[in-house]
């Protein structure tokens, strides 16, 4: 199984980047997909979730610092996953990392990095002026 993130770069506070997440080796469909992120010194958070797909589609869920600015979404026909990123902040400075569970959604667990079988090598987001 191999996640390759890509489309990380320098940008400035109030930029955009579309950061994606190539996948291989997995049963993607059947994967909730996530990104984390983990800026100098600080430990690993979660960004966003977004689940398998469905009749209704796919359950999202936000961290509140990322919610409204970013959108995430899936495409099972390549197996990858994307996440746009726009009215970035300099707090958004970080390495992304995307990630993969075969678990279903439970409230207490999504958040935690333990819940994710899958992880890319990551991608550097830096957002400067």
């Known amino acids: 199984v191999q996640l390759q993130a890509s489309g990380g770069g320098l940008v400035q506070p109030g930029d955009s980047l579309r950061l994606s997440c190539a996948t291989s080796g997995l049963a993607f469909s059947n994967y909730a997909m996530a990104w984390f992120r983990q800026a100098p010194g600080k430990e690993r958070q979660f960004v966003v979730r977004i689940g398998k797909d469905g009749r209704y589609g796919a359950r999202i869920d936000y961290a509140d610092a990322v919610r409204g600015r970013f959108t995430i979404s899936r495409d099972d026909s390549d197996n990858s996953v994307h996440l746009q990123m726009n009215s970035l902040f300099p707090e958004d400075t970080a390495v992304h990392y995307c990630?993969?569970?075969?678990?279903?959604?439970?409230?207490?667990?999504?958040?935690?990095?333990?819940?994710?079988?899958?992880w890319g090598q990551g991608t550097q987001v830096t957002v400067s002026s």
């Open positions: 990630a993969a569970s075969p678990r279903l959604y439970r409230r207490d667990r999504y958040k935690r990095q333990d819940e994710y079988d899958y």
